[in-house]
Nanobody, 119 residues
Framework: QVQLVESGGGLVQSGGSLRLSCAASGRTSSNYVMGWFRQSPGKEREFVASSDRSGDRTNYADSVKGRFTISRDNAKNTMYLQMRRLRPEDTAVYYC????????????WGQGTQVTVSS
């Protein structure tokens, strides 16, 4: 079982940047496909980005493609989400997640970190 802890959220102006981190403990992160999700008040949680176990293959939601970059350092058991050109609509609680299977639902979730983008 893996435990996930996000950090790096905060308040930023529109057009600014933030980098989120997700530290994994309990088991080596290279065992897991990992991803980022976000949830805004009154909305359902949505997919943001994902990375395969090695970090070589990534996927992004259309809304963040070209602005966000997911990466991972398995030696540090840490995943990152570099967010650039942030918009007010990116405001949400961001969660990291992990799963053991190549496909299927994510089984492990962090507690979330708040990102607020002011206009």
């Amino acid at each position: 079982q893996v435990q996930l802890v996000e950090s790096g959220g905060g308040l930023v102006q529109s057009g600014g940047s933030l980098r989120l981190s997700c530290a994994a403990s309990g088991r080596t992160s290279s065992n897991y496909v990992m991803g980022w999700f976000r949830q805004s008040p009154g909305k359902e949680r949505e997919f943001v980005a994902s990375s395969d176990r090695s970090g070589d293959r990534t996927n992004y939601a259309d809304s963040v493609k070209g602005r966000f970059t997911i990466s991972r350092d398995n030696a540090k058991n840490t995943m990152y989400l570099q967010m650039r050109r942030l918009r007010p609509e990116d405001t949400a609680v961001y969660y990291c997640a992990a799963r053991t299977g190549t496909f299927g639902p994510y089984s492990y979730w962090g507690q979330g970190t708040q990102v607020t983008v002011s206009s």
